[in-house]
């Protein structure tokens, strides 16, 4: 079944977005009738029908609501720096998306080289993923920000946040962390946090974790945190 | 300390292949003298110097062996649908290297798009992600095989075989499979495997399994299926 996404439905009819619509029209080429499934992003889904048909504007009858999948009572949030090359940050929210985290910040570290990023880009890639994957949630993406505005913030929301640092004698994230709590990873950019910023982290009370014996790229980290979280929640 | 491969490395005197000895000259610019890491990909690794520089050709001095890391105990074989996108695979071969693959098998089923692979970029990209993660072993790429006659000669190594399926009742991969044993993973094409090739599969013996809750494209489940293993392998 095609999922679609629309921020704002609720019961009888809806419009989908711009770039959704064409994707009905254009890509899938449904017609009038033909059923549908559609998303807030936060967990309500409608099975549905196309009313009408327009390459900027498809209207849906929304017939009937799907039941609300259970909220983890856990969640993810990774904050991660932008790698050089930009597809590698793609992956690593498509995969991320996929295998299941909440919010995901990008964060400016003293290491990093690129210090910009396609919001826009990153959102759609993280909605296809959402609907490729069959999920009702759509991960948030928060503004880039600064390593110390990030240690400003984290935590606010009562997670505890750890710092992925390879082999620094810390324990393994897999051993460090429990099920069923809130947690925020952070992951370096190629080149790892300095010496300054794992100093500076220690002292706001965030905890430095390895990924495993072996050395990872960050957006390898990326995937890897999100993964040893879903076993951790899985297993224990 | 840059790592490089020789396959055929033993104690004293090493040629490095002709792309290993470019990376050497024209990308890292080594000059004689300069010490660097030589392993054979089969757990052997050298602290080494550059004793004569050419691009075509670079000598270098093995100076004293390093020690093997400790081959582990398990391993992990994956038998994977190329990707229509062939960047996805790549991807894959890429990032399960980073966390952990012994062997990997492309293999061609029904719901195939793809059904030739390109051997030798594949091999460029494992030994890549070998050396970046500082790995000794390298991955063994085995030819591209039908879904047959992978069905007649999987298990051979006293492996058991598991094939990843989407919800179709069965159990997730982290509680079907054991520690520390020789495990091989069938991850079907975009399309999954057809009904007929599961059928095959169950005939032989082979135990299907889901990777979790949400679907998952056919590179993230190759990915999550070598980190469940490394988990499983970690935690149990």
Request: charged share 25%.
């Amino acid at each position: 079944m095609n999922l679609f996404y629309a921020p704002n439905c609720s019961a009888g009819e809806c419009t989908l977005g711009e770039e959704e619509s064409k994707h009905a029209l254009k890509v899938l080429r449904l017609a009038i009738g033909d059923s549908i499934q559609v998303t807030d992003g936060k967990g309500k889904c409608y099975k549905a029908a196309i009313a009408s048909l327009d390459s900027k504007c498809c209207k849906v009858d929304l017939l009937n609501a799907l039941p609300t999948p259970a909220r983890r009572l856990w969640s993810l949030h990774i904050a991660i720096a932008p790698t050089k090359n930009n597809s590698r940050l793609e992956w690593f929210l498509e995969k991320a998306c996929e295998i299941g985290v909440d919010s995901i910040t990008p964060i400016l570290c003293e290491h990093s080289e690129r210090r910009k990023i396609k919001t826009e880009r990153l959102e759609k890639i993280l909605l296809g993923a959402m609907k490729q994957s069959q999920q009702y949630y759509l991960p948030v993406l928060n503004p880039l920000m600064s390593f110390d505005e990030f240690l400003s913030v984290t935590g606010a929301d009562a997670s505890t946040t750890y710092m992925a640092s390879y082999k620094d004698g810390n324990k393994e994230l897999v051993d460090a962390c429990q099920p069923g709590q809130h947690t925020t990873v952070m992951i370096g950019p190629e080149g790892d946090f300095s010496e300054a910023e794992k100093e500076r982290a220690k002292l706001n009370g965030i905890v430095a974790v390895n990924l495993g014996q072996t050395r990872l790229r960050t957006e390898t980290a990326g995937i890897v945190a999100a993964h040893t979280f879903a076993m951790i929640n899985k297993i224990r």
